[in-house]
């Protein structure tokens, strides 16, 4: 039985001193062992995020980084750095670093592969435009995605991989997905998985929905029997975040 994960994605919001307002906040209502909570601030609300939630079952991930070890990159974060602060999970590949900073299917998987080398959770994400669910290629783009992100990531490593699947369309535009359509593609990344691996690794696989999750939407995104969760944007910067994660 797959444990639900549900992941709150910060984005460009928040300051160190109003994130530890929003942990504290959050951190009474979140108290079940059932889900497992993340939340991903900015890279530099990170220590006061690491340092709020201690004591508590929220863990912290980061929004991104880099796919080398060090270097002159500059502006960009290695995977030690997330590491030696305490963080657990990285989004990688999220829609909006395909869109505004040139992220590939390419930099996913190295990004993939050295999230997993350095011990961190890689939530992977894919998903279609508008025009693409027009065309009726949303499966095969999906599954183009995973296969890539996946390549040369062994099926142990696999298994702890989080695939979250968010419909470009859905993200920021209070247009969810219906479960059935969210329902659909989870599934089919779960086929892609099992026909890469086997389906063993596929029913551990944890693949999330995200696109405009809210405390009204979640429990019935959340029950649908490939949908192990959720990567929540604007919900997860207010109370309603705990919602989400007691969606039961
Ligand atoms: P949203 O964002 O919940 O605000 O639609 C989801 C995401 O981009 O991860």
């Known amino acids: 039985m797959r444990k639900k994960i549900v992941a709150g994605n910060w984005k460009m919001n928040m300051t160190p001193a109003k994130a530890v307002e929003l942990i504290d906040s959050l951190k009474n209502e979140i108290n079940s062992n059932e889900v497992d909570v993340v939340v991903c601030p900015p890279f530099v609300c990170l220590p006061a995020v690491l340092e709020a939630v201690k004591g508590t079952n929220i863990a912290v991930g980061a929004q991104n980084m880099h796919f080398e070890e060090n270097g002159a990159y500059t502006g960009e974060i290695a995977p030690s750095m997330l590491v030696e602060l305490g963080v657990k999970y990285v989004i990688i590949g999220h829609s ?16 993939t592969l050295k999230a997993l080398e350095h011990g961190l959770v890689p939530v992977v994400c894919v998903g ?4 693409e669910r027009q065309q009726g290629v949303t499966i095969d783009l999906v599954r183009l995605q995973t296969k890539i992100a996946l390549k040369d990531v062994t099926a142990e490593d696999a298994k702890k991989v989080v695939i979250a699947y968010e419909p470009i369309w859905a993200i920021g535009t209070g247009m969810t997905a219906t479960s059935a ?3 659909e593609v989870c599934a089919a990344i779960r086929q892609v998985i099992a026909e890469v691996y086997s389906k063993e690794v596929a029913d551990e696989v944890r693949v ?9 939407n979640a429990n019935e995104l959340f029950n649908m029997g490939n949908i192990d969760g959720g990567l929540v944007g604007g919900a997860s910067l207010k109370p309603e975040f705990a919602s989400i994660v007691n969606y039961k």
């Open 181 to 183: 359509q969210a329902e």
């Open 208 to 216: 999330q929905y995200g696109g405009s999750v809210n405390g009204g």
């Open 128 to 131: 279609e435009s508008l025009e």
């Open 96 to 111: 909006e670093r395909r869109q505004y900073f040139a992220e590939t299917d390419q930099t996913v998987n190295k990004k």
